[in-house]
Nanobody, 119 residues
Framework: QAHLVESGGGLVQAGESLRLSCAASGSIFSMNVMAWYRRAPGKERELVAGISGGRIYYHDSVKGRFTISRDSREGTLYLQMNNLKPEDTATYYC??????????????WGQGTLVTVSS
């Protein structure tokens, strides 16, 4: 099973940027989805951005501000977050999944990294 470690979270002011990184180790060959999720206080977890089969998905609230990318050679997933807003405050999780819909025992999740955006 893959092991994921996120980094890059922190406290920033509205309008500033952060880049999250997710370093993967272990077996990721069966993972079809590489994605970033977030969970804000009191809210359910939501998919922020994902890459699957060459297609990229963004949540409407982050389109034009966030960019997901990956370095396949190093097994690293990134999330560049620009023009951050207070509503982006959440714990961000890296995920490598078999698919978006059906949970699998092979799915891997990071421990989460906190992003706090002050107004």
């Amino acid at each position: 099973q893959a092991h994921l470690v996120e980094s890059g979270g922190g406290l920033v002011q509205a309008g500033e940027s952060l880049r999250l990184s997710c370093a993967a180790s272990g077996s990721i060959f069966s993972m079809n989805v590489m994605a970033w999720y977030r969970r804000a206080p009191g809210k359910e977890r939501e998919l922020v951005a994902g890459i699957s089969g060459g297609r990229i998905y963004y949540h409407d609230s982050v389109k034009g501000r966030f960019t997901i990318s990956r370095d396949s050679r190093e097994g690293t997933l990134y999330l560049q977050m620009n023009n951050l807003k207070p509503e982006d405050t959440a714990t961000y999780y890296c995920a490598m999944l078999v698919d978006y819909v059906t949970p699998s025992a092979l799915d891997a999740w990071g421990q989460g990294t906190l992003v706090t955006v002050s107004s």
